[in-house]
Nanobody
Framework: QVQLVESGGGLVQPGGSLRLSCAAS????????MGWYRQGPGTERELVAV???????NYADSVKGRFTISRSNAKNTVYLQMNSLKPEDTAVYYC??????????????WGQGTQVTVSS
């Protein structure tokens, strides 16, 4: 079992910043990719950003230049720094991690989600 716990969501005005964190715990041998997804009202869940264990990153076009994903392999934690936030960034943000457990089983786990609301 691998658990992901997110933190850092909240209410922010347009143009503001927030930093999300997601810590993975449990029977972890290795984590390959860690990423952030979001689901806004009436929309499907979409990829926001992903980072590999080697530090390679990929971003949705809508957040390029505004959001930065990073991770601490030592802490099994991924971060999402969100700057210049817009009302359309309002969504529930979910953390995802995929890798292998100590029993050499693959895992693909999701966090419970954290609400980000951008509004004046």
């Amino acid at each position: 079992q691998v658990q992901l716990v997110e933190s850092g969501g909240g209410l922010v005005q347009p143009g503001g910043s927030l930093r999300l964190s997601c810590a993975a715990s449990g029977s972890i041998f290795s984590i390959n990719a860690m990423g952030w997804y979001r689901q806004g009202p009436g929309t499907e869940r979409e990829l926001v950003a992903v980072i590999t264990s080697a530090g390679m990153t990929n971003y949705a076009d809508s957040v390029k230049g505004r959001f930065t994903i990073s991770r601490s392999n030592a802490k099994n934690t991924v971060y999402l720094q969100m700057n210049s936030l817009k009302p359309e960034d309002t969504a529930v943000y979910y953390c995802n991690a995929a890798g292998a457990t100590m029993t050499v089983a693959e895992f693909d786990s999701w966090g419970q989600g954290t609400q980000v609301t951008v509004s004046s």
